[in-house]
Structures are given as C-alpha cells and as structure tokens.
C-alpha cells in the first residue's frame, strides 16, 4: 500500500548521493514511491553539503521554492537531511519556516519515522547525532554507529534502477581536522565497517548486475578495522573486493595524502582489477599555506607520494582537489599551487574559494583576508592552467584503443531522445545513439553505439579528443558481458596510459 509519493534531491559529495540512495531505498520499502516533480510530491527532501556556504546558499535557495506549493498543499512535508542539517538546525527552521524536519548523516535511518511523527502530530521533528560533537560516551556513540550502520545494510536496490557503478561505503566520519573543514563536526568521528559487509554488500551487487564499485570513504585509505583482533587495513580490503568474481572494476575515493601507504599502490600494481585511479587533495603548494590548514604533510612530502606511485602504477592518473584564498594565501603561496599542478600533471583538478565554515579553527583564528576578486582570479588562473595540461594530455591519445564501461547515453542523445519523443517521433538512430563510458583511469569517452552496449566492456579507438573528453568508434560490435578479450590488432601497451 502506498504512502505517497516522495522526492529527494542530493547536493553535494559522493557520500550524499550514496546516503540519498540509501533514504530512498528505505522510503521505498516503506511504500513511496519516487516522482521527479518536486512540487507535487507529498514528501520533498533536500539532502545538503555543509562544505562551502556556496553549497548551504545553493540549498536554502532550494528550499525557498517550496514556500508556495507548501502552501497550496499544507499535507505536503518539507525536510532537510545531511550536513547543513547537522550543522545548523536552528537557522534553517529560523530561515524557512516551512520546513517540517531536520536529520543529520548519522541519524538517516530515522527518516521514515520522522515522516511519520510529522504526519502524525504535525509537528516538527529533529534528529541529530550526538557523535559530532565528540562529547558523547563510547557506549552512545557505538549505538549511534549501529543506528546508522542499519541503514547500509538495509540496502536493497530496486528493479529497474540502475547499480552498474554503485558506491559502497566503507568508513564514515573523519579524524583529521584539517582547520578549513566542518565535515568532522557533522559526520563525526571516523568508523570502518566489518570487511565481512562490505564484501557481502559487494556480492550482493554484483547480483543486481554491478560491474564497477567505489569504495567510499572522508579518508578512505585510512582504513583499518579490527577483524577477530586482527586489523584489516584498506590494502587488504582491496583485495577482497577483487575477489567478488562478477566484479570488473574497483575505484576508491577519496585518499588523504599523510596517511596513504605503499601497500595500496601495491595492490594497484598486483590486482587487475583495482583501477589506475586515485583522487588525493593537495589543497594548496605552499608549505606555510598546508600548515595553516593543518594538512600534516609537505609539498615535498606530497610529490614524492604521487613519484611513488607513478614508480609502482605507471598508468597511474591522479586527480586533486585545491582552495584557493584561503587565510593569509599570498601571490608567491598560489604561484606555488599552479607550479605543483605543473609538477604533477593531475588528470584534472577541483578548485574552490574558500568560504569561512562556522565552528572551523579557521573562523575562529583565521582572517579571511583574500577579496572575493582575487579568489575568483586565482581559481580561473589554477583551472585554465589545468585544461592546457589535461588536453595536451588527452591529445596524445587520439590514435590508441581504450577499454571503457558502457555508462549510458551521453547527455547530448538523451536531450536529443527526449525531444524527439516528445514530439511522437520514433527515435532518429543517428541523432541520438551516441553512448558514454569511462576508461580506467577515468577518462570521459562518447561514441556511437547501440544500447546492447550499455553495461559492458567495449573496446573504442580514440578520433579526436578535448581537455575534458575523448571522441571515438567502437573497434568491434559483438561484446561479451563478464569478459573482453583484446581484437586482433591492438598493442597492448597504449592501454596503460588511459
């Protein structure tokens, strides 16, 4: 029997899109049932990042389109879950009246039974962990862990929705404190899961039809958990995950650099299907900048990481993750930034401007003494100088035969779907057949193809290419599902690179 229909919509990291697939799991199993219109549906959730007050003003603006249809349907349930919620409860009830619940990322399980209370009594309803604030005893925080841990493993994906790429987490929270970041106080403090789940969670999707898994975690390599008195470290972890057999690929995101240990790039080298990928933020080149962010490692320390693994994985890409303007940040500091991009060749780059975050060492001690101009400037100047880098790069390619998962269609023929179906025409073939996939080392290839393609291992030569993506034709039309074997033809060794 149906409880209505409900709509939730994920700002934010990896981990909240997992977190929103969980909710909804859960919602669903409780009889929802999901709808894309959000002013019609009779539960709305915005799942919110607290990383950026871009991202909090991005959510509040969305909040603030519901005010009237709240009002033409006073049934209709308004909350907020993930780390705004956790962050600052009292200001979103103060800013959007509206609004009926908040639930921090600890407490996510609850979201069915705060929906109810609010239905019921028609009052507001909070949840909040009290983990966040490091103040509870250990026998409270282990049960706030189980509450949170029950949702995880009541995974359970519906049929017909896609799980060809799922994330699985396997740590929560984080220890590290870096001075900029609020994600300690709204996650918590670092926990991994039983290697025993994450390999059953593992099993389990790959029977839904998973071929390619991230492992999920704030500081993912920091992983260790106590395995009958034994500690498993993430190492390890990788390669039980490998072992799942109808599992192709598995990626992990995203890595602390201070805590990173050669017995990953190890397992990267030695298991083949452990991708050539790895996400580690430098945040800035300069030493005094790292410093102020209590970053705990060097610029030097940083390089010799990133040389280390390009001596074990030699295909090995890597992306990262910079702030520029954070407090203090000097011209000659954010030179030094755009000279390590230089140094390191990342794959691409995510740069921010740094936004004071409430309750961070940094708001307390730090003045943000960088004009929104010069932050501004200095981003435009780190990404522009990451594109020349990325499509030289990505030029070098054109030529080469690549393995790529089948995704999808790109956005490009679902637009091009979605009009002509919209006007009753049958679907143009040409117009509309060109699909998407990703190498190993995360490259974005679109190419023409046919939708038996979609979830599978293809084989493209690569035509033409751009700083962001690669162009190219299929090699060969008839795939296996569980294994490809290289065409006749290939050199082996251009495969590496991608």
């Not at 995880?152 to 900029?180: E, M, N, W």
């Not at 990505?394 to 091009?416: D, F, H, Q």
């Not at 294994?483 to 082996?492: F, K």
């Amino acid at each position: 029997m149906s409880c209505g229909t409900v709509y939730l919509e994920t700002m934010g990291c990896q981990m909240n899109v997992l977190d929103s697939e969980l909710v909804l799991g859960r919602l669903r199993a409780q009889g929802y049932e999901p709808v894309s219109d959000m002013a019609a549906a009779d539960v709305v959730l915005i799942n919110t990042c607290s990383v950026r007050d871009h991202a909090e003003q991005k959510a509040l603006s969305r909040l603030g389109t519901l005010k009237k249809p709240k009002q033409r349907n006073g049934q209709m349930i308004v909350g907020v879950i993930g780390c705004m919620a956790e962050r600052d409860p009292d200001g979103i009830f103060a800013r959007m009246p509206h609004v009926d619940l908040v639930c921090g990322p600890g407490e996510l399980n609850k979201v069915p039974a705060l929906i109810e209370e609010v239905r019921e009594n028609r009052t507001r309803a909070i949840a909040l962990s009290q983990s966040s604030s490091r103040k509870s005893t250990p026998l409270q925080r282990a049960l706030e862990y189980d509450s949170v841990e029950a949702l995880d493993l009541s995974r359970d994906p519906a049929p017909g929705h896609g799980v060809l790429q799922p994330y699985i987490r396997v740590q929560r929270g984080c220890d590290k404190f870096c001075t900029f970041c609020v994600v300690p106080f709204t996650r918590g403090a670092e926990r991994s899961r039983p290697p025993s789940q994450i390999i059953d969670e593992a099993k389990m999707l790959a029977d839904r039809g998973a071929r390619e898994v991230t492992l999920l975690g704030q500081t993912v390599n920091s992983y260790v958990n106590q395995d009958n008195g034994r500690p498993v470290r993430f190492g390890e972890l990788l390669a039980e995950v490998a072992e799942v057999p109808a599992i192709q690929r598995v990626r992990f995101v995203t890595s602390f650099p201070g805590d990173f240990t050669d017995d990953i790039f190890e397992a990267m080298r030695d298991l083949p299907k452990v991708c050539e990928y790895l996400h580690l933020p430098a945040q800035s080149g300069s030493d005094a900048v790292l410093e102020r962010m209590r970053r705990q490692y060097t610029v030097s320390e940083y390089v010799d990481l990133i040389d280390r693994g390009r001596d074990y994985v030699p295909a090995l890409t890597v992306a990262s993750d910079f702030i520029v303007g954070f407090c203090g940040e000097t011209e000659e500091d954010h030179e030094a930034s755009v000279r390590l991009i230089e140094r390191c060749l990342f794959k691409n780059i995510f740069v921010f401007k740094y936004s004071q975050r409430p309750g961070t060492v940094a708001a307390r001690r730090g003045a943000d003494t960088v004009s929104y101009e010069v932050k501004r400037r200095r981003n435009g100047e780190l990404l522009a100088r990451q594109e020349r880098i990325s499509a030289a790069a990505n030029r070098k390619l054109i030529g080469t035969t690549v393995e790529v998962l089948v995704e999808g269609y790109s956005k490009a023929a679902a637009k091009a779907q979605e009009a002509e179906q919209s006007r009753g025409q049958e679907v143009s073939w040409r117009r509309s057949d060109q699909l998407v996939g990703r190498t190993r080392t995360d490259r974005i290839v679109v190419f023409p193809g046919k939708p038996g393609h979609i979830g599978r291992l293809a084989w493209v030569r690569i035509t033409a290419a751009t700083a962001l993506t690669l162009h190219g034709t299929l090699v060969e039309e008839s795939l296996e599902q569980d294994r490809v074997t290289v065409p006749a033809g290939i050199s082996l060794p251009v495969l590496g690179s991608v």
